[in-house]
């Protein structure tokens, strides 16, 4: 039954990003204003143009600690992410990580992923060309399909509860994160293990985005490519990783003594009906998003103390963005403060909403904003704004908003309370 009234907390999150293995690890680094991108080492450049070959990889990341080798290579790396994402925030919110949980029947599990299995697909596609279709793994489909990744979160931990796979792009997680709470709200479940995962950094994709001119083409400086709101910004870092946030009612977590980090307070949705890849100029479909999320969450734009913006660093992108933003904020707009924390993990795509949400629950309880690094020159379309650049600041707010937007004009935005 639904129950608008029904609070919605945060009492676990998980995360493996570029800059770090867990959510303390990420948090430290970006805290600090650490760069995650690097020279390309996931993949073989082959054909492709010297000027893809940045990325912000995921480094030493080791599964074993919720699966055996064997497991692991039957599913795709972006899988592996979600487990071990959902397995640090399981643990925080007080339970035994990826274990069967009490009243599976109640828990549900959204985790969103804009491109899932890519890399699983091409070696299989290879195999098929240089083996033949009976040298084709059983674990194929399973181990590539993008629900997949909420389905084995599912399976570990015995959650009967909705479960599926929101699939919009770079608003992938937001949805997931969006729609757990309302799960909750309405009483499909009492708990959402939900957030994003991506793993598809490889030629087919570097390629795609590539030819697409969404991808910065500054190889020669890895550490300074992402540049959110700068004048010189020329794309995206390509991403990946994972994070995950454990969604429970107030009374759920207040019944188990489980310690609140955050509250999930409103989500809006909107689309541009614009265009394939870029949003209109004035910004107008983010700026309903964050009107509709605003308006869920019953509070004033005055309120709002910390936008993570999406900002890839595209040139289109981000000037519509900084719009939306003057729209929706109006004089507020140049006291509330903005970072694109995209500046230091890349664009891990569908994963993205997520791992800025958890940066977010980090600000609120940390008292810090996050920086956006590389700003040297910030684009006139972008001023107004009060942007945090180089490194964090020192500041204690009670509303943040989280916003992701996404190929095809999927907009979203999540606000987010001081617990």
Known sequence: MTNSARRVVVTGVGMVTSLGLTADETWDAASRGTSGTGPLTRCDLGTLPPEVAVAAEVKGFDPSSVMPAKEARRMDLFIQFALVAAEEALRQAGFDGLSPLPDGDRVGTIVGSGIGGIGTILATQQVLEEKGGHRVSPFFIPGSIINLAAGQIAMRTGARGPTYAPVSACASS?????????????????????????????????AGYHAARA???????????????????????????????????????????ATVLAEVAGFGMSADAHHITSPPEDGAGAALAMRRALETAGTAPEAIGYINAHATATPVGDAAECRAIRSVFGAHAERVAVSSTKSMFGHALGASAAIEAVLCVRALTEDLLPPTINLRDPDPECGGLDIVTDSARAASVEYVISNAFGFGGANTTVVLRAG
């Open 174 to 206: 937001n949805h997931a994160i969006g729609e757990g709470f309302h799960a909750i709200r309405r009483g499909d479940a009492d708990m959402m293990i939900v957030g994003g995962t991506e793993a598809a950094i490889n030629p087919l994709s570097l």
């Open 215 to 257: 991808l910065t083409t500054n190889y020669e400086a890895p550490e300074r490519a992402s540049r959110p709101f700068d004048r010189s910004r020329d794309g995206f870092v390509h991403g990946e990783g994972a994070a995950i946030l454990v969604l429970e009612t107030a009374e759920s977590a207040e019944a188990r003594g």
